[in-house]
Every structure is written in C-alpha cells, then in structure tokens.
Nanobody, 124 residues
C-alpha cells in the first residue's frame, strides 16, 4: 500500500516555473515506477511523465518534452516534476501515481495508487 500526497501547485504567469512534489508513504517507494498525470476541466486525465524505480528510464508526453523534468529521491520517498516555460495550456490538476514494477507507463489503468491532486494555473 502506498499513499501519495502532491504539493507545489499554484498560480504562475506564462513562461514561469513551478516544482511539484509527491510525497509517498511506505517503505517500498523505491520499488515503484512513478508517474505524473494532469486533468483540465472538461477533459480526460492525460499522461505527463513517468520515471522508473531507479530513476534511469523516463517517458514524457510530447507537449512537455524539453520543458518538464521528472525526478525522484528514494531516500526521501519523494518524486518531483520540475516545470519550466509554462503555458496556459498546462493549466490542470496534476496527479502523481505509483505502480509496482520497473517499466514506465503512460496509461492510467497501469497505476494502482493515486494522490489527491494539486492545481496548477498558468495565466497568459
């Protein structure tokens, strides 16, 4: 069982930066592949980024490549999403998720555990 709590969201102007954090409970955080997803009003939840248990393998949706960076600190049971050059279309509730196993994944059904989400709003 893993419990996830996101933080770091807020209001930022276009072109600005934010760093989201996802704090995980439990002693097996290091064995989970982690992911970030987002959901804008009226839209389906979409994949943003995924990171393998050892931090070696990453995957990003094309729209954030070069702007967002996913990382983790297994000693702190925490995952991060650094977001630079933010755009109004990045506005959404951002969720972190965890799945046992090593492979990165982009589908929501691949993840067993979810946080409650943190709001990111980018003004133009």
């Amino acid at each position: 069982q893993v419990q996830l709590v996101e933080s770091g969201g807020g209001l930022v102007q276009a072109g600005g930066s934010l760093r989201l954090s996802c704090a995980a409970s439990g002693r097996t955080f290091s064995s989970y592949t982690m992911g970030w997803f987002r959901q804008a009003p009226g839209k389906e939840r979409e994949f943003v980024a995924s990171l393998s248990w050892n931090g070696v393998t990453t995957s990003y949706v094309d729209s954030v490549k070069g702007r967002f960076t996913i990382s983790r600190d297994n000693a702190k049971n925490t995952m991060y999403l650094r977001m630079n050059s933010l755009k109004p279309e990045d506005t959404a509730v951002y969720y972190c998720a965890a799945r046992p196993g090593e492979g990165v994944a982009s589908r929501t059904y691949a993840y067993d555990y979810w946080g409650q989400g943190t709001q990111v709003t980018v003004s133009s």
